[in-house]
């Protein structure tokens, strides 16, 4: 599969579970109220697939434009209602109830958020140890002293485990805070407190490699170049390459490590190379040519090998976090929460100026994501999966007409005034929601495209 179509299926696929989620949560409010619902469609537009069931007759539909999704139901404001269906009308139902079906949409996708992360602190995952790499030269984890190989132990006084846990710590405190004590431990397990200057990227934004710009980088250790596993119908299948293989030299150039093996193959898509290899103690040559595969928009050479690194160096290297059943909803539940509010927390600073409107992702931006995470496994691309649901959510309740969060705020004024809406206000606040959206769309489409032409 291309790497185009590896992307937009991972993206097609993640958009559509979280729009059935989604508008799954309304039509089982509904259905819960008793609103007689017509309509549950996957997209919007012309039905290419629609098909009626139960008892109401529900036309269950995918339509042509896949960005969204929505429930239609027996509503005399959208249209004339049999007499018999007056009752089951979402317009004649008490305040409570609509309120009850609006608000369900996006609880489902915190509801899905915390079943995908249950399920992945119960069953465990294995993820990168907090190790750092030398830091990068005049940058500000090399003004705060680390060094390579150091392992964080505690960001801010936060208990850290994994590479993902350090940097969502960072991230949580450098939204207010410019210096962040990192307690380390190096190889002769000396313990250090180091202050880190986060201020370089609370205006540049996160997104892409924000710790990189921080100078900060994962620990990698010089492995010798040694093939472990060797990938059925790949280039290095075709050539006779085998596990146990050790890389001398390719073109000539003698190889000191993994990393200048690795350099060397994905700097040379299409171009044949002449590998000099130690084979059961005796020196050999082999000529492989690189696949050319698309990586982000650029062309590198891959050649279908990994490196052989025995259990001793993975253990250094990796850890498997992993709970109880209870322990880990616990976990799920605090993690929904967290990234829910900080999200909250976060929008209201691109508000106010203190965050940068860059952070605003659009659906390429999207795509690439969820492309980057399925590729690096099921695990990750379930995380991604959990983090969209809950961005879903969060969105989907702002203030804004149109959106779920609109409609409350009018359920709420109808509540106050004892009285619904009038007609006109809605219009008006309908067109002010779409201004707002619109011009949303075209932060986030801006900064889709600028992400693409500046790398």
């Known amino acids: ?8 299926t991972a993206f097609v696929l993640a958009l559509g579970i979280l729009v059935v ?26 039905p290419l697939w629609a098909k009626r069931l139960g008892v109401d007759g529900t036309e269950w539909a995918i339509a042509a434009f896949p960005l969204g999704g929505y429930v239609k139901m027996v509503d005399e404001r959208e249209g004339e209602v049999a007499v018999e269906d007056l009752p089951r009308s979402f317009n004649r139902q008490p305040v409570l109830s609509r309120m009850l079906i609006v608000v369900a949409g996006p609880a489902a996708n915190f509801l899905l958020a915390i079943v995908l992360y249950w399920g992945l602190f119960w069953h465990g995952t294995e993820e990168f140890k907090p190790l750092l790499s030398a830091p990068v030269a005049a940058s ?12 964080v132990l505690k960001v801010a006084g936060d208990k850290v485990q994994t590479w993902q846990e350090m940097r969502w710590l960072l991230l949580q405190r450098a939204v ?30 996160w ?24 990938s059925g119908n790949s280039a290095a299948a075709d050539a006779g390459l085998l596990s146990g293989d050790e890389v001398l030299a390719v073109d000539g150039q003698a190889i000191g490590n993994w990393s200048d093996f690795v350099h060397i193959v994905r700097g040379s898509p299409g171009k044949p190379l002449a590998l000099d290899l130690l084979r059961n103690g005796q020196q050999i040559t082999v000529r492989v040519t690189p696949v050319s595969v698309d990586e982000q928009g650029q062309e590198v050479g891959r050649i279908g090998v990994a490196v052989s690194d025995g259990d001793h160096s993975r253990a ?10 209870l322990a880990a909803l616990s976990k799920a539940v605090a993690e929904t929460w967290d990234k829910s509010t900080f999200t909250l927390l976060m929008i209201g600073k691109m508000i106010t100026g203190e965050v940068s409107w860059r952070n605003i992702s659009g659906p390429v931006t999207i795509a690439d994501y969820a492309g980057r995470s399925a590729r690096l496994g099921v695990d990750y691309y379930i995380k991604f999966l959990a983090l969209v649901s809950i961005s879903l959510g969060v969105l989907n309740l702002l203030p804004i007409p149109i959106l779920d969060g609109g409609h409350l705020l009018y359920y709420l ?16 606040g309908q067109k002010i929601g779409m201004a707002l959206l619109f011009l949303l769309m075209a932060f986030a489409f801006y900064n889709d495209i600028n992400r693409l032409f500046s790398g």
Do not use: C
Not at 2 to 7: A, D, R
């Open 21 to 46: 989620v989604h508008e799954f949560g309304h039509y089982l409010a509904a259905r819960w109220v008793g609103v007689k619902v017509l309509r549950f469609s996957v997209g919007f537009g012309r």
């Open 316 to 325: 250094e290297l990796m850890v498997t976090v992993s709970y109880g059943p």
């Open 413 to 428: 004024v109808e509540i106050i005034k004892r009285g619904p809406v009038s007609e006109r206000s809605m219009e008006i």
């Open 1 to 8: 599969m291309s790497g185009f179509l590896y992307y937009l």
């Open 140 to 151: 500000a984890a090399a003004a705060a002293g680390l060094e390579d190989g150091e392992l």
């Open 207 to 230: 997104e892409g490699d924000a710790l990189g710009r921080l100078g900060l980088g994962l620990f990698r250790p010089q492995l010798p170049a040694v093939f472990g596993t060797v």
């Open 176 to 205: 207010d805070q410019d210096l962040i004590d990192l307690e380390v431990i190096n190889a002769r397990h000396e313990i250090s407190l180091r202050r880190l200057d986060v201020s370089p990227v609370r205006q540049s934004g």
